[in-house]
């Protein structure tokens, strides 16, 4: 099964914060039925404690996720959004990270699931991965670039 | 091929975590170590290293308290950035042993 599905891919979405992107990109996750209505205050209350935001050469990301008792069916949400948001670094919560590509992840069974971490992680490890990404205009260019890089 | 335990520690002790035990493993074992990884949060690792033979500790979380049982920031193994870095400190760690 790929990981990638087309609804769950978001181009230029508009936030004030972290919090209101989590908001945002997780409503796609709900509406879909892909997690429980639990998932989205996991994820803020985990976010606050475990920070997930990454810098890249280029670009910061963040992997918003939580436990898998708040998830129906496994899946990632690709996000792009409009302008960054400041989100906080993982395992070093006093340094900021500007994040505008957001992978938010509705893991249900880490075992089960590695072949998806491992997916999302070679993209942050892959420098044309992550400048495609970011460079897509529109919701098909990041489509096409997450299935190159991530289906 | 030397046996190594190592704790991965991320904030659920799922999905970061077993991002790092995957990376370990693999870079590790071209130095010679077969790893073997648990996953842990940091509510979970002092239950955790009760199991005893951990060489490192590879964390992703902040891990604020000393066991006793040298740590390594492996932030760098998820972002690529410092990925060398990350696998000479636990080399560091592991050759002194």
């Given at each position: ?80 959004l409009s302008d ?35 997916k999302v992680m ?28 991530m289906g | 091929m ?96």
């Amino acid at each position: 099964m790929s990981t990638i599905t087309k609804d769950l891919i978001v181009c230029g979405v508009k936030a004030e914060n972290a919090e209101d992107a989590i908001k945002t990109i997780g409503a796609y996750l709900i509406n879909g039925g892909y997690v429980k209505d639990t998932y989205l205050p996991a994820v803020l209350e985990r976010e606050t404690e475990y920070p997930t935001g990454l810098q890249l050469k280029t670009i910061g990301v963040a992997m918003p996720h939580t436990a898998g008792i708040h998830v129906n069916i496994p899946a990632v949400c690709v996000a792009k959004l409009s302008d960054p948001v400041e989100f906080r670094h993982m395992g070093d919560p006093d340094t900021k990270v500007q994040a505008q590509l957001i992978f938010m992840m509705a893991i249900k069974d880490p075992d089960a699931q590695l072949d998806t971490h491992q997916k999302v992680m070679r993209v942050f490890t892959n420098e044309e991965a992550v400048e495609e990404l970011s460079a897509a205009s529109d919701k098909d260019k990041l489509y096409e670039a997450a299935m190159k890089y991530m289906g | 091929m030397k046996n190594v335990k190592i704790l991965c520690v991320c904030g659920s002790g799922t999905v970061s975590s077993a991002m790092v035990a995957n990376k370990l493993k693999e870079k590790l074992a071209k130095h010679g170590y077969a790893v073997t990884p648990v996953e842990a949060s940091p509510n979970s690792v002092e239950s955790a290293l009760a199991a005893g033979g951990f060489s490192l500790i590879a964390c992703v979380s902040p891990v604020y308290k000393d066991y006793g049982i040298p740590k390594v920031n492996a932030v760098g193994l998820l972002t690529g950035l410092a990925e060398q870095q990350v696998i000479d400190d636990c080399l560091k760690i592991l050759n002194a042993k």
